[in-house]
């Protein structure tokens, strides 16, 4: 029986789909991932969308799917019957009776009364999960983000959701902008904790180049961010997860109560996705692809009934090297016994060149202390093996 239960989980891996939808209701200032503000072609592109869920069927040699993921973009742009129709498809393609956990990204702008009652229509597709982009409570820092939302918004958007019955509720906070200083942050942080939400994923406020932001910070439009403040505050933020019961176990992800998001801890396990929409990314274990980025030739590859992205076949290097980049951000760590002599070798040597103050290595496993996750990349980068020749 034991034996028929282990040969059992590792045949029967499951794996998750991600959906991007590339619309936005107008652009925040920060954002370098893919969307368009305008909806002129949304029709066409629920039509290619439900077409390339039928090309890439095969893509995930049969798998079953333990996790959807719908966001962009904001999918909270597209009506009821446009997110029915994608889920009608997805049931017709895909077995997904092991759904575990279907997460929607929404903004709080979109997060009416009637809007939400929409959106629990959803259930019967197993819809159990609310990812809602808030990035602040307070309105100073909302304008200099250019959101499309309020702090009033993004209040009442959570106790609706919440007054609908769903509790699996992650928000996003953003801390380092200018307009925040540190009192504030601590505000946001409480005002999150009192609203009782289990899952929240904050990030620092980062100035990508060519991002609209980038432009006015160089144009002394903008405040530019200071990078002192942003380590104080992740500093302020671990402290005050931990002190409320939170688990960061990712860096930039706490949750209470074993809320973590399923989705992406699988992403960092390695199982295989596949990214559906423009600009996603997919995973089989072998190869990485991701769509083009466009959404007019997204639409007109699929109208010819082409799948439009590039691909990568991973070396050895590329798989563990990628491996020691995401499990080291990760409260799991990075475990160096799954990978032959010569590999643990060379990572133990590079080992040699980082701080003792920064890591733990215990029973094989590498995990970052909390001096550590300060220099996470800088660490990963250090500890990257060589390709072989
Ligand atoms: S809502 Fe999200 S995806 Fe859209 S512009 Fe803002 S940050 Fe980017």
């Given at each position: 029986m034991i034996l028929f239960l282990i040969i059992n989980y590792h045949t029967s891996t499951l794996a998750g789909i991600y959906i991007h939808i590339p619309f936005c209701k107008q652009a925040c200032n920060y954002c370098n991932f893919y969307f368009s503000t305008?909806?002129?072609?949304k029709d066409k592109f629920i039509q290619s969308l439900l077409r390339e869920i039928e090309l890439s069927n095969g893509y995930l040699q049969g798998e079953k799917i333990e996790t959807l993921y719908l966001g962009g973009?904001?999918?909270?742009?597209?009506t009821i019957g446009d997110l029915k129709l994608l889920l009608e498809k997805l049931q017709s393609v895909y077995d997904l009776s092991s759904v575990q956990e279907f997460t929607i990204e929404t903004n709080p702008d979109d997060l009416t009364e009637e809007k939400i009652k929409e959106l629990s229509e959803l259930k019967k597709y197993g819809l159990n999960r609310f990812s809602i982009?808030?990035?602040?409570?307070?309105d100073e820092d909302l304008k200099y983000m250019n959101r499309a939302h309020n702090a009033e918004e993004a209040i009442a958007s959570i106790k609706r959701v919440q007054n609908a019955g769903f509790e699996n509720i992650t928000i996003d906070l953003i801390y380092g902008t200018p307009t925040m200083n540190d009192e504030y942050w601590k505000k946001n942080l409480d005002i999150a904790f009192e609203l009782n939400v289990p899952h929240i994923s904050s990030y620092a406020l980062t100035v990508e180049p060519k991002t609209s932001l980038d432009k006015k910070i160089l144009k002394g439009e903008s405040k530019p961010v200071d990078e002192e403040q942003s380590a104080r505050q992740f500093k302020m933020l671990m402290d005050e997860m931990r002190g409320h019961n939170?688990?960061?176990?990712e860096i930039s992800n706490f949750a209470r109560d074993k809320k973590h998001a399923i989705h992406n801890s699988n992403y960092w396990f390695g199982k295989k996705y596949l990214g559906l929409g423009p600009s996603a990314h997919s995973f089989n274990g072998v190869s990485r692809r991701w769509n083009v980025s466009n959404n007019i030739n997204y639409i007109n590859s699929l109208e010819k009934n082409e799948l439009n992205f590039e691909e990568e076949i991973l070396t050895e290097a590329q798989k563990v090297n990628e491996k020691i980049m995401i499990s080291l951000?990760?409260?799991w760590g990075f475990s160096i016994t799954n990978y032959e002599l010569r590999i643990t070798n060379e990572i133990q040597r590079s080992l040699q060149q980082i701080d003792a103050a920064h890591y733990t290595f215990e029973n094989g496993i590498l995990r970052l202390t909390d001096e550590g996750k300060f220099f996470a990349d800088k660490i990963a980068a250090t500890l990257f093996i060589d390709e072989v020749e």
């Amino acid at each position: 029986m034991i034996l028929f239960l282990i040969i059992n989980y590792h045949t029967s891996t499951l794996a998750g789909i991600y959906i991007h939808i590339p619309f936005c209701k107008q652009a925040c200032n920060y954002c370098n991932f893919y969307f368009s503000t305008s909806l002129g072609n949304k029709d066409k592109f629920i039509q290619s969308l439900l077409r390339e869920i039928e090309l890439s069927n095969g893509y995930l040699q049969g798998e079953k799917i333990e996790t959807l993921y719908l966001g962009g973009g904001t999918p909270s742009q597209l009506t009821i019957g446009d997110l029915k129709l994608l889920l009608e498809k997805l049931q017709s393609v895909y077995d997904l009776s092991s759904v575990q956990e279907f997460t929607i990204e929404t903004n709080p702008d979109d997060l009416t009364e009637e809007k939400i009652k929409e959106l629990s229509e959803l259930k019967k597709y197993g819809l159990n999960r609310f990812s809602i982009g808030v990035q602040s409570f307070f309105d100073e820092d909302l304008k200099y983000m250019n959101r499309a939302h309020n702090a009033e918004e993004a209040i009442a958007s959570i106790k609706r959701v919440q007054n609908a019955g769903f509790e699996n509720i992650t928000i996003d906070l953003i801390y380092g902008t200018p307009t925040m200083n540190d009192e504030y942050w601590k505000k946001n942080l409480d005002i999150a904790f009192e609203l009782n939400v289990p899952h929240i994923s904050s990030y620092a406020l980062t100035v990508e180049p060519k991002t609209s932001l980038d432009k006015k910070i160089l144009k002394g439009e903008s405040k530019p961010v200071d990078e002192e403040q942003s380590a104080r505050q992740f500093k302020m933020l671990m402290d005050e997860m931990r002190g409320h019961n939170f688990e960061q176990y990712e860096i930039s992800n706490f949750a209470r109560d074993k809320k973590h998001a399923i989705h992406n801890s699988n992403y960092w396990f390695g199982k295989k996705y596949l990214g559906l929409g423009p600009s996603a990314h997919s995973f089989n274990g072998v190869s990485r692809r991701w769509n083009v980025s466009n959404n007019i030739n997204y639409i007109n590859s699929l109208e010819k009934n082409e799948l439009n992205f590039e691909e990568e076949i991973l070396t050895e290097a590329q798989k563990v090297n990628e491996k020691i980049m995401i499990s080291l951000r990760t409260m799991w760590g990075f475990s160096i016994t799954n990978y032959e002599l010569r590999i643990t070798n060379e990572i133990q040597r590079s080992l040699q060149q980082i701080d003792a103050a920064h890591y733990t290595f215990e029973n094989g496993i590498l995990r970052l202390t909390d001096e550590g996750k300060f220099f996470a990349d800088k660490i990963a980068a250090t500890l990257f093996i060589d390709e072989v020749e």
